[in-house]
């Protein structure tokens, strides 16, 4: 900045000449006028608006003059500079408008396009299942426990007091592990999972044994060699058959539905005694239907088997206080799932194609 002037002297103010402004301010609109950009405006305010453009420094000549010209140059640059602030508000507008409506023409979105179809997985309704019968059980407080699929003939008949001859374990069409006196089968139902948790916990148990079993079946439409079932096996002080029946009571109405309940008609298993076969309430009739073809207008499905663990079993397994007592029970999924969603065939549910998979939902 010049120093203060004692005298008026047009040279050194040549920047405060109503010329140099109105070039200046002629300069800057041009330039307004010329940004394409809202970028491009912006870049030139430094140039015509800044500490060093010419109306910065004509603003600051004016301190310099004597008081009488003051007013003058002052009103003059003023006026300038609010031209050029105006035309920079205008523009930046303008451009602002023309950005917005840019946007809205490229980035417009034509919801009406038809979408390019992928077909999602479906989970098979095995899988569903079981997951959904685990979490029952696991909302209950109990843990899921697991097992091989070759398994010790030992554990899958012995110890669950199925001798050499017993009349059961012929019954029971087994897969034989080669070579012969292996003493491997194909494990022909989840009962073996009870005795492996049996010798590897201590009481209290409380698990639930999910799992694929095998059995000399010809696929058909009603039988499969590989199926599924679950296992549930408690073991504490004092439990009894009306533990084991509100158990079966309290799963059957979270997976059917809130008020179906189970009955119990007795049976044999070598490893229970007592046992039972479990029957669940019609979940489609209610047993209100005479000619129901769930139930078959009984009002009653069987789903399984169940009782108390036998002693033998429990000794077997390495449990002799007798302070101990446990239930037992085994059910098929593949038939619970043919009942309750009217699968008239076994094919269906082996052979693993997704069109029919996708009927049972998407849940992953
Ligand atoms: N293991 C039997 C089967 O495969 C089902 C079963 C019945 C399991 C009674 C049990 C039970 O635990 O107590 O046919």
Same mark, same amino acid.
């Given at each position: 900045m010049s120093g203060p002037n004692t005298s008026y002297d047009p040279v050194e103010v040549a920047a405060l000449e109503p010329e140099a402004i109105e070039q200046a301010v002629t300069a800057a609109l041009a330039a307004v006028a010329a940004a394409a950009s809202l970028e491009e405006l912006k870049s030139l305010r430094g140039a015509h608006? =800044?500490?060093?453009s010419p109306l910065a420094l004509a603003n600051r000549e004016? =301190?310099? *003059?004597p008081p009488s010209a003051k007013a003058e140059a002052g009103k003059r640059v003023g006026q300038a500079r609010g031209r050029v602030a105006s035309a920079f508000t205008a523009r930046q507008g303008e451009l602002e408008v023309e950005r917005d409506n840019r946007i809205l023409v490229e980035e417009? *979105?034509?919801?009406t396009v038809p979408v390019t179809r992928r077909r999602s997985g479906a989970r098979h309704p095995i899988s569903l299942v079981t997951q959904r019968v685990e979490d029952i059980f696991v909302a209950m407080g109990w843990e899921i426990a697991e097992g091989p699929e070759v398994e010790a003939e030992w554990l899958n008949f012995d110890a669950l007091? *199925? =001798?050499?001859?017993?009349?059961a374990r012929q019954m029971q069409d087994t897969f034989f592990v080669e070579?012969? =006196?292996?003493?491997?089968? *194909?494990?022909?139902?989840? $009962?073996?999972v009870q005795i492996r948790t049996m010798l590897r916990e201590d009481p209290p148990i409380y698990v639930l044994c999910p799992g694929k079993v095998f059995r000399t079946d010809d696929l058909d439409a009603t039988h499969t060699p590989v199926f599924h079932q679950f296992e549930g096996l408690v073991v504490d002080e004092g439990i009894t058959m009306a533990h084991l029946k509100g158990s079966l009571d309290a799963f059957v109405s979270r997976l059917f539905g809130e008020g179906i309940v189970t009955r119990l008609r007795p049976s044999y298993f070598p490893?229970?005694?007592p046992s039972a076969e479990i029957d669940c309430q019609c979940w489609i009739c209610g047993g209100t239907?005479? $000619? %129901?073809?769930? %139930?078959g207008g009984t009002g009653w499905i069987e789903v399984g088997g169940c009782g108390m663990v036998n002693r033998r079993v429990l000794a077997a397994a390495g449990?002799?206080?007798?302070k101990y007592t446990g239930f037992a029970f085994g059910l098929g999924i593949e038939r619970s799932l043919m009942l309750r969603h009217g699968v008239g065939d076994m094919h269906d549910i082996v052979e693993g194609d997704v069109r029919f998979s996708a009927q049972f939902g998407m849940e992953i």
């Open positions: 608006q =800044g500490d060093k004016i =301190g310099a *003059l417009a *979105l034509d919801v007091n *199925l =001798g050499q001859d017993h009349p070579p012969e =006196g292996s003493g491997l089968v *194909l494990r022909t139902h989840t $009962s073996p490893f229970t005694e239907n005479p $000619s %129901c073809r769930t %139930c449990i002799t206080d007798e």
